[in-house]
């Protein structure tokens, strides 16, 4: 096929028009993403420099959330892991707790940026060990139970009519678990361990903010469609 320079610059004429209005397409949104990306940033900046957050802030806000869950991650070893959970606490409106040791500053930059702008939704409490823990929590009203997550779990997690109001969800440290006092908590309180299911041919555990994930959705699933049952 033969295609000589004047047909070539006839052709590029005529795309032309839908060339720069492509261009101009490409240009504006990318402006648009440039500013929330900007707004993103000045927002994450506020939460680094402490601004908007702190956990001592957070931990007087306890009555701001839902209050027939709360969830706890004892001795968590990775920021980015934690403030993928406080994102999930945030969106789901759960009192998140911290018992240490942690594996990291509760003011650091990684896990302040790991849940982004979204700390100062989040009810925080800080726990000084296990023992600390599990005495605030007998001091907590009734009716209360523990449940731990672990590999070793018996329970299926969404075993239905598994949750009630009052259940608080633990979840262990991402290398080691949950210690042996909190497994023999779950069964003190009447609460219990529970499992997760997966195929460990190629993997020995699920990342802890799935983890999270995915047992605090299923309980607020089975905590809410409760609830709608009574209301009918």
Same mark, same amino acid.
């Given at each position: 096929?033969?295609?000589?320079?004047?047909?070539?610059?006839? %052709?590029?004429?005529? +795309?032309?028009? $839908?060339?720069?209005?492509?261009?101009?397409?490409?240009? *504006?949104?990318?402006?648009?993403?440039?500013?929330?990306?900007?707004?993103?940033?000045?927002?994450?900046? +506020?939460?680094?420099?402490?601004?908007?957050? $702190? &956990?001592? =802030?957070? #931990?007087? *806000?306890?009555?701001?959330?839902?209050?027939?869950?709360?969830?706890?991650?004892?001795?968590? =070893?990775?920021?980015?892991? &934690? @403030? $993928?959970?406080?994102?999930?606490?945030?969106?789901?409106?759960?009192?998140?707790?911290?018992?240490?040791?942690?594996?990291? !500053? %509760?003011? #650091?930059?990684?896990? +302040?940026?790991? @849940?982004? !702008?979204? /700390?100062?939704?989040?009810?925080?409490?800080?726990?000084?060990? /296990?023992?600390?823990?599990? !005495?605030?929590?007998?001091?907590?009203? !009734?009716? +209360? *139970?523990?449940?731990?997550? $672990?590999?070793?779990?018996?329970?299926?997690?969404?075993?239905?009519?598994?949750?009630?109001?009052?259940? /608080?969800?633990?979840?262990?440290?991402?290398?080691?678990?949950?210690?042996?006092?909190?497994?023999?908590? &779950?069964?003190?309180?009447?609460?219990?361990?529970?499992?997760?299911?997966?195929?460990?041919?190629?993997?020995? #555990?699920?990342?802890?903010?799935? #983890?999270? @994930?995915?047992?605090?959705?299923?309980?607020?699933?089975?905590?809410?469609?409760?609830?709608?049952?009574? =209301?009918?």
């Amino acid at each position: 096929m033969h295609v000589t320079c004047r047909t070539l610059l006839s %052709i590029v004429n005529r +795309k032309q028009p $839908s060339l720069c209005l492509s261009r101009y397409a490409r240009r *504006r949104h990318s402006d648009v993403g440039l500013k929330r990306s900007l707004l993103a940033f000045a927002e994450r900046e +506020k939460v680094e420099q402490g601004e908007t957050w $702190s &956990a001592d =802030q957070a #931990s007087h *806000r306890q009555g701001a959330h839902r209050k027939d869950i709360n969830l706890v991650l004892v001795n968590p =070893q990775i920021p980015q892991n &934690a @403030g $993928s959970v406080a994102r999930t606490c945030a969106a789901t409106s759960v009192a998140l707790h911290l018992v240490k040791p942690l594996g990291f !500053d %509760i003011d #650091s930059r990684k896990l +302040k940026r790991a @849940g982004l !702008d979204y /700390w100062p939704y989040v009810v925080v409490k800080v726990h000084d060990s /296990w023992e600390a823990f599990y !005495d605030y929590f007998n001091n907590q009203p !009734d009716p +209360k *139970r523990l449940f731990g997550y $672990s590999k070793f779990g018996q329970a299926y997690y969404a075993t239905p009519g598994l949750y009630q109001a009052g259940d /608080w969800l633990m979840f262990g440290a991402e290398t080691t678990g949950l210690p042996k006092e909190a497994h023999a908590a &779950a069964g003190e309180t009447g609460g219990a361990m529970v499992k997760i299911p997966m195929l460990e041919t190629h993997v020995r #555990s699920l990342n802890l903010a799935v #983890s999270v @994930g995915v047992g605090l959705y299923e309980a607020i699933r089975q905590l809410d469609c409760a609830g709608d049952n009574l =209301q009918h």
